[in-house]
T-cell receptor
Framework: TQLLEQSPQFLSIQEGENLTVYCNSS?????LQWYRQEPGEGPVLLVT?????EVKKLKRLTFQFGDARKDSSLHITAAQPGDTGLYLCAGTTSGTYKYIFGTGTRLKVLA | ETGVTQTPRHLVMGMTNKKSLKCEQHLGHNAMYWYKQSAKKPLELMFV???????ENNSVPSRFSPECPNSSHLFLHLHTLQPEDSALYLC???????????FGSGTQLSVL
């Protein structure tokens, strides 16, 4: 069974602080995606990474895919209250439509 | 606007009821998914349909019965559910491969 463990589970920080969320697995994935989910809504895609070692930046968010394609991290610089939400990583294997989601990190940024 | 519409948004049902959840996507995607999201577990994949054919059944109990009449519509028929089935049920669609999932807003289900 493919599992994606995220850490930390919960994170409460002050506006302006930096943070990193981790997504780890013992399985190799062909691609890995990060989503953010707000209360009462479905998850919305932030980024997709497909190459081992790949780094992508989206404004204040930096995403990295591990060299072995088993892990990923999301770093947020100068967090803002608008970053509050549930962050989910999701992995998929080539040739399938099966997206496996991580355990989630619930982030709260206080003004 | 996500392009994936789920109805109803909220549903309360007894254990002996039969109800259906509906999902419609307006994005021209070929794959549709049902996921279950509960407080204590990660987002769980239930079923995957690709071009109306079921390609994945993640050991889901038979009290959940999916139906995909065409690539734009997906249903989840519910009968004799248990209280532990209470959760947010999310529908999603994609073009498959590495394409992103587009989610609906979900149906919050409570089983009494």
């Amino acid at each position: 069974t493919q599992l994606l463990e995220q850490s930390p589970q919960f994170l409460s920080i002050q506006e302006g602080e930096n943070l990193t969320v981790y997504c780890n697995s013992s399985s190799v994935f062909s691609s890995l995606q990060w989503y953010r989910q707000e209360p009462g809504e479905g998850p919305v895609l932030l980024v997709t990474v497909v190459t081992g070692g790949e780094v992508k930046k989206l404004k204040r968010l930096t995403f990295q895919f591990g060299d072995a394609r088993k892990d990923s991290s999301l770093h947020i610089t100068a967090a803002q209250p608008g970053d509050t939400g549930l962050y989910l990583c999701a992995g998929t294997t080539s040739g399938t439509y099966k997206y496996i989601f991580g355990t989630g990190t619930r982030l709260k940024v206080l003004a | 606007e996500t392009g994936v519409t789920q109805t109803p948004r909220h549903l309360v049902m007894g254990m002996t009821n039969k109800k259906s959840l509906k999902c419609e996507q307006h994005l021209g995607h070929n794959a549709m998914y049902w996921y279950k999201q509960s407080a204590k577990k990660p987002l769980e994949l239930m079923f995957v349909y690709n071009f109306k054919e079921q390609t994945e059944n993640n050991s889901v109990p038979s009290r959940f019965s999916p139906e995909c009449p065409n690539s734009s519509h997906l249903f989840l028929h519910l009968h004799t559910l248990q209280p532990e089935d209470s959760a947010l049920y999310l529908c999603a669609s994609s073009q498959g491969g590495y394409e992103k999932l587009f989610f609906g807003s979900g149906t919050q289900l409570s089983v009494l």
